[in-house]
């Protein structure tokens, strides 16, 4: 990453914070994505806001010493968060970018709140996804320092802090010690070829992000080892028992896991495996709990993503806290290429929406990482994660 001459901090920041609404609505339905057509088909299905519920988390996490002032749109896309929040009221100015009772919001009105906000504030937080990354990019390039929070259903791009706590302490640390900027990739992917199970990212630019390695989740990176993925499947494939239901989480190493068993599961959705057989494919997560509830056991087959470190919270939304509260970290099968791990130094950071699933499922786990070799890795939960992923690794192979 390219480090830049701007810094932020030390001293009270003046703080601008855009809330997309639209942002995650379509990670419960297994929709990819809530772009385009997307957004309109989560709307039609009944899809309620997720990021609002994000931003108030971040609000809540802020301390009134560290903020000058709260710059915000009206309405949903801003005040609504802050109002819900109980914080920082008094230090709050509405800047009047879009009609107050707007929705659904576009990408124009993110542009246009951006470019408005941007003017007059230290930092930009904003609330959304890879798509709104590129939004914030379109509008302030390299102009400000920008913090991502993360609500999107992808969320690949390097410009994101872990959690919503994470950001917020990061603020927090940038008002105290001061932060060094850096250069951070915006990337994004084709919807329309990810829900055909193609994976096309794409580099869109950088914007300049405080510098906090761990606190800022790194971009994505593909999985390299088509031998490893060979072996870890075999091994899974041993482990596999009669009478038991295995909810396959997305990715290319839980694909090769379902070849190994002799079926085609989605690349990129949820699927439901059983006795030899599909039994769901590309599920959203009230077909999870519903397929679920039909069966005494039940085990989830993950792979974290590369780069990013996350098991659970980034690609996989449809799979619901509910079912993970239910079934506990003992219900996880874990899978990943040893090269991907180690660079993950075996930490996996968990989002599931609901705090409290996460702290039930932190703890040491067992990772396949080939035929017969395991590693220990730690699930750690992201709204706590302020840590930095350097230093004494947290696990290794066996």
Known sequence: MKLHSLKLGPGPLRIGLIVNPAAGMGGRLGLKGTDGRAFLEALRRGARPVSPGRARRFLQSLRGEWVEELLVPPGIMGLEAVEDSGNLRGKVRVVGCVPP????????????CASQISADVDVLVFVG?????????????????????????????AVFAVSPEAAARLIGDCSVRGCTLEEREVLDIDEE????????????GYLLVPRAPGVIQAGKEPTRSQEALDD???????LVEDCTLYILGPGSTVYRVAERLGVRKTLLGVDAYHNGELVGRDLDADKILELASRYDRVKIV???????????GRGNQQIPPELLRRLGRDSLIIVSDPEKLRRLNYRLLIDTGDPQVDDMLEGPVRVIIGYNRWAMARIVAAHKSAAGSRGAALGGPY
């Open 101 to 112: 009772s707007k929705w659904p919001t576009t990408a124009e009105d993110t542009v246009r």
């Open 129 to 157: 996804g890879d798509g709104t990354a590129r939004d914030i990019l379109d509008a302030v390039d390299q102009n400000v320092a920008v913090l991502g929070v993360p609500a999107g259903v992808k969320v690949y791009s």
């Open 193 to 204: 070829a990810f829900r055909a199970g193609s994976l096309k990212a794409r580099l869109y």
């Open 232 to 238: 870890i499947a075999e091994q899974v494939a041993e």
């Open 302 to 312: 993950l792979t974290p993503i590369g780069g990013t470190g996350f098991l659970l």
